[in-house]
């Protein structure tokens, strides 16, 4: 990945300050921090209020319903995940 390079050359050639321009530039950097956000989020749960009545898998959801969904358990799913527990941020 041509970013990663980028990055440590960056941070330990560069004297000047870090610019927003070059943060963004910054790929692999973007990818760590996700990843690292995956494994450890920083809320165990996302709330939601339902804007209409909605159903799903057969359960009834009226509307103005707050809807949790657990984020850690759904981070670390094989399902979604091949290896949940790993730090991959490619």
Do not use: C
């Amino acid at each position: 990945m041509e970013s990663k390079p980028h990055l440590e050359t960056f941070v330990s050639s560069s004297q000047a300050p870090v610019t927003y321009d070059a943060l963004m530039d910054m790929e692999y950097l973007d990818m760590m921090a996700n990843e690292s956000l995956r494994l450890y989020p920083i809320t165990n749960r996302l709330e939601r209020v339902s804007k209409k009545d909605v159903e799903i898998n057969g359960v009834f959801i009226p509307k103005g319903t707050t809807v949790m969904v657990p984020t850690y358990p759904l981070h670390r799913d094989p399902k979604y995940w091949p290896e949940p527990e790993e730090f991959h941020p490619e």
